[in-house]
């Protein structure tokens, strides 16, 4: 079965520095790959997607991030962090072959620090 | 363009009450998907239609919950009875494709907070 892991739980980095949120995933064949920004009582809001495209994906307010096969890994970065990017981030994983579900991780809450 | 909308946005009850969760998509979205999404964790499918038909419920605790999609637009989700575990944010989505098409994005709605006492 498909599983995405994100790797710290919680990131905190100043504004104007680098965001770089980790995940990596399982897949038997070629994924697509999401992810979502989740703010306070709020839904979740796609900020980019792999779809089997380019490996290096643009998102929503200057994110990106770049799949890589070799290594299963999804990181999402932005190169300069402001103070509205605070959230909860989730990559999310779907193998439309066995025609089924977007299977989300467990999330990272991106603290910006002033 | 209105987006998804649930109600209510949060519900308090006590164990073994019932309690209903209604959720509109955006119009022309023919995929709707419940999720719930305990504290801390990402968001598990409960249910996905296509159109009206329920064609993923393997994840809806089927003695408890249970959903409905009539004329293949609205959706009702039902718990009854509540249990204390229940307790958790229920969020809606829908997506304008069918099948594979339908992962291309999900939009989702704020969210029904549902606390069980």
């Known amino acids: 079965a498909q599983s995405v ?9 100043s504004e104007g520095a680098l965001v770089l949120l980790r995940c ?3 897949s038997s064949v070629p994924p697509y790959l999401f ?9 979740l809001q796609l900020l980019l997607k792999y779809t089997s495209a380019a490996t290096l994906v643009k998102g929503i307010n200057g994110f990106e991030a770049e799949f890589k096969k070799s290594e299963t890994s999804f990181h ?11 959230a909860e981030y989730f990559c999310a994983v779907t193998d439309y072959s066995s025609a089924s579900k977007i299977i989300f991780g467990s999330g990272t809450r991106l603290s910006i620090r002033p | 363009e209105a987006g998804v909308v649930q109600s209510p946005r949060y519900k308090i009850i006590e164990k073994k009450q019932p309690v209903a969760f209604w959720c509109n998509p955006i119009s022309g979205h023919n ?3 419940w999720y719930r999404q305990n504290l801390g964790q990402g968001p598990e499918l409960l249910i996905r239609y296509e159109n009206e038909e329920a064609v993923d419920d393997s994840q809806l ?3 408890r919950f249970s959903a409905e999609r009539l004329k293949g637009v609205d959706s009702t989700l039902k718990i009854q009875p509540a249990e204390l ?21 999900q939009f989702f709605g704020p969210g029904t907070r549902l606390t069980v006492l």
């Open chain 1, 5 to 13: 892991t994100q790797l710290g739980s919680h990131v905190s980095v």
């Open chain 1, 24 to 26: 990596n995933y399982s």
């Open chain 1, 35 to 43: 992810w979502y920004v989740q703010y306070p009582n709020q839904g």
């Open chain 1, 76 to 86: 999402l970065t932005k190169p300069s962090a402001h103070m509205s990017d605070a």
């Open chain 2, 31 to 33: 995929t709707l998907y």
């Open chain 2, 61 to 63: 605790p089927k003695d």
């Open chain 2, 85 to 105: 575990g229940d307790s958790a944010v229920y969020l809606c989505a829908s997506s304008p494709g069918i099948g594979e098409r339908a992962y291309n994005e």
